[in-house]
């Protein structure tokens, strides 16, 4: 059995979806321009390896708490319309293409909320994200599950296959990732790659003779 695991930002997208979000936001007057700096501040520190889990994904949920999910959908459709659909990789969906009929599965830190419209546009069927706590019909700026993120994408993973009556080890894997936060499942996978890398991830899977892609110049 065949298993091809893809990271969202700035590897089947080029640029990060939360930092989008954020940015549109503040275009659309729901926050101040004063909250692109921490906006900026955080995606360097994610970009880094330097963020806190638990303080990232809290950072960018902590705007949903103050909206109604009417306007929060709305948002949404238009974010995704004026936003992502640009950034959609050309080459990310030859690559996606090349792994039919291979298990495929998305599998992000971004919330749940944002990336399940950008599954349905990859046409990608299976999404692991981090959850969204919401109460009453409204988030509370806070998570449900264990993020998925750095260590947190490997107990995640774990947990979905298991509830699919299956595990990692009984698959030939791909992995398809930008970031050295996803250090920890690529290093889990038979067959990780490194797309676009990041400088600290480029030096990694040089060094362990990983692959090393790009679909930005491709």
Same mark, same amino acid.
């Given at each position: 059995?065949?298993?091809?695991?893809?990271?969202?930002?700035?590897?089947?997208?080029?640029?990060?979806?939360?930092?989008?979000?954020?940015?549109?936001?503040?275009?659309?007057?729901?926050?101040?321009?004063?909250?692109?700096?921490?906006?900026?501040?955080?995606?360097?520190?994610?970009?880094?390896?330097?963020?806190?889990?638990?303080?990232?994904?809290?950072?960018?949920?902590?705007?949903?708490?103050?909206?109604?999910?009417?306007?929060?959908?709305?948002?949404?459709?238009?974010?995704?319309?004026?936003?992502?659909?640009?950034?959609?990789?050309?080459?990310?969906?030859?690559?996606?293409?090349?792994?039919?009929? #291979? /298990?495929?599965?998305?599998?992000?830190? =971004?919330?749940?909320?944002?990336?399940? $419209?950008?599954? %349905? !546009?990859? +046409?990608?069927?299976?999404?692991?994200?981090?959850?969204?706590?919401?109460?009453?019909?409204?988030?509370?700026?806070?998570?449900?599950?264990?993020?998925?993120?750095?260590?947190?994408?490997?107990?995640?993973?774990?947990?979905?296959?298991?509830?699919?009556?299956?595990?990692?080890?009984?698959?030939?894997?791909?992995?398809?990732?930008?970031?050295?936060? #996803? /250090?920890?499942?690529?290093?889990?996978? =038979?067959?990780?790659?490194?797309?676009? $890398?990041?400088? %600290? !991830?480029? +030096?990694?899977?040089?060094?362990?003779?990983?692959?090393?892609?790009?679909?930005?110049?491709?």
């Amino acid at each position: 059995m065949k298993l091809a695991l893809f990271d969202l930002d700035n590897t089947l997208l080029s640029g990060d979806t939360d930092f989008e979000w954020l940015t549109f936001l503040v275009e659309e007057g729901a926050l101040p321009r004063e909250a692109m700096r921490a906006n900026e501040e955080m995606d360097l520190r994610y970009r880094e390896g330097d963020a806190d889990v638990l303080e990232y994904v809290r950072f960018y949920l902590k705007p949903y708490a103050a909206h109604d999910m009417a306007t929060l959908l709305a948002w949404r459709d238009r974010f995704i319309e004026k936003k992502i659909h640009a950034k959609v990789v050309p080459a990310a969906r030859e690559l996606l293409q090349s792994h039919q009929p #291979d /298990l495929r599965v998305m599998i992000t830190a =971004t919330n749940r909320f944002l990336t399940e $419209p950008i599954a %349905r !546009l990859l +046409e990608l069927e299976h999404l692991i994200a981090t959850e969204p706590q919401i109460v009453g019909g409204r988030f509370t700026g806070d998570v449900t599950d264990t993020p998925c993120m750095r260590e947190g994408k490997i107990s995640r993973l774990d947990r979905w296959l298991s509830s699919r009556g299956t595990s990692l080890d009984r698959y030939e894997s791909w992995f398809y990732s930008d970031s050295i936060n #996803d /250090l920890p499942l690529l290093s889990r996978v =038979t067959h990780p790659v490194a797309v676009d $890398p990041d400088p %600290r !991830l480029e +030096e990694i899977a040089r060094e362990r003779g990983w692959r090393v892609i790009s679909l930005r110049k491709a």
